[in-house]
């Protein structure tokens, strides 16, 4: 099993920037890629950027495409989201997950992942 720890998350005004890492542990050599949700209340996990442990390639859902960036330390096994020009409907709770499997769907799927981390707040006041 992996085990993900998350930090970096708190409140911003909207335009601002939030940089959220994501620590992994244990069975680490396990990890196929590695993935960012987040669920706002009342509304579906909603897939934010994925990316391959090995290759570095690198998904995106479409709401944060061009403002968000994922990136990967394989040497600290630690995944890393810069968020930027950020807004009120990002706010949400984010969650680090890691695949151990090949995706045809980049990774976008919960169901593709079989470690989550505990979240981290992300506020975006107006």
């Known amino acids: 099993q992996v085990q993900l720890v998350e930090s970096g998350g708190g409140l911003v005004q909207a335009g601002g920037s939030l940089r959220l890492s994501c620590a992994a542990s244990g069975r680490t050599f396990s990890i196929y890629a590695m993935g960012w949700f987040r669920q706002a209340p009342g509304k579906e996990r909603e897939f934010v950027a994925a990316?391959?442990?090995?290759?570095?390639?690198?998904y995106y859902g479409v709401s944060v495409k061009g403002r968000f960036t994922i990136s990967r330390d394989n040497a600290k096994d630690t995944v890393y989201l810069q968020m930027n020009s950020l807004k009120p409907e990002d706010t949400a709770v984010y969650y680090c997950?890691?695949?151990?499997?090949?995706?045809?769907?980049?990774?976008?799927?919960?169901?593709?992942?079989?470690?989550w981390g505990q979240g981290t707040q992300v506020t975006v006041s107006s």
């Open positions: 990316i391959s442990w090995s290759a570095g390639s690198t």
């Open positions: 997950a890691a695949s151990p499997l090949n995706s045809a769907y980049g990774w976008s799927r919960p169901h593709d992942y079989d470690s």
